[in-house]
């Protein structure tokens, strides 16, 4: 199992435009997420999915869009991007997040550094 | 507001030391708490935690978490060089399906 991939790696950007944030899972996981990561702030979630084609805004949705066609896929668009949004961008997973349930154990992607001018 | 504080935000010790890293919280529906270590790139996994005053243990790592207090303290002995790292507790909110996680705790070990 490749676990959670993210890409690209690194991004740099002008403010203004837009671009999407790719991650994947082949854990058949049911639960993905998004969250940014500034320094002093921990992480913040951004937006989140508990299964193919239902989605939910987390603590900071503004800025950020997401769509889930698929249970491997969980794409992040920015759709103008402003410095604001200059972070480190993680993408997880986990079997399930569900009241009832408890927490599995959440993988975390590699991240994605966000830079814009 | 859901809010997780963890103290102190840094600290340095040196190799051997024994340190204790703070987690408080205030979450509506808590579920459960889980802590993170943070090195370079992606968070991993250390322990999650439901009940009040169970020791969870892995190595030289312990946690413990109190639900009348509500706060979780993350143990290491014996530090190592390779325990530096960033670590990170959340709360789990029950029914809201997600987590709020602290600013995290920068700890250096210096040989």
């Known amino acids: 199992n490749a676990g959670v991939t993210q890409t690209p790696k690194f991004q740099v950007l002008k403010t203004g435009q837009s671009m999407t944030l790719q991650c994947a899972q082949d854990m058949n996981h049911e639960y993905m997420s998004w969250y940014r990561q500034d320094p002093g702030m921990g992480l913040r979630l951004i937006h989140y999915s508990v299964g193919a084609g239902i989605t939910d805004q987390g603590e900071v949705p503004n800025g950020y869009n997401v769509s889930r066609s698929t249970t491997e896929d969980f794409p992040l668009r920015l759709l103008s991007a402003a410095p604001s949004q200059t972070s480190v961008y993680f993408c997880?997973?986990?079997?399930?997040?569900?009241?009832?349930?408890?927490?599995?154990?959440?993988?975390f992607g590699p991240g994605t550094r966000l830079t814009v001018l | 507001e859901d809010k997780v504080v963890q103290s102190p935000l840094s600290l340095v010790v040196h190799e051997g030391d024994t340190v204790t890293l703070n987690c408080s919280y205030e979450v509506t529906n808590f579920r459960s708490l889980l802590w993170y270590k943070q090195e370079k790139k992606a968070p991993t996994f250390l322990f999650m935690l439901?009940?009040?005053?169970i020791e969870k243990k892995s190595g030289r790592l312990s946690s413990i978490l109190d639900k009348k207090e509500l706060f979780s303290i993350l143990n290491i002995t014996a530090t190592q060089t390779g325990d530096s790292a960033v670590y990170l507790c959340?709360?789990?909110?029950?029914?809201?399906?997600?987590?709020?996680f602290g600013q995290g705790t920068r700890l250096t070990i210096n040989p």
């Open positions: 439901t009940s009040s005053g």
């Open positions: 997880a997973s986990s079997q399930h997040l569900l009241a009832g349930r408890h927490t599995d154990t959440q993988y």
């Open positions: 959340a709360g789990e909110i029950q029914g809201a399906q997600k987590l709020v």
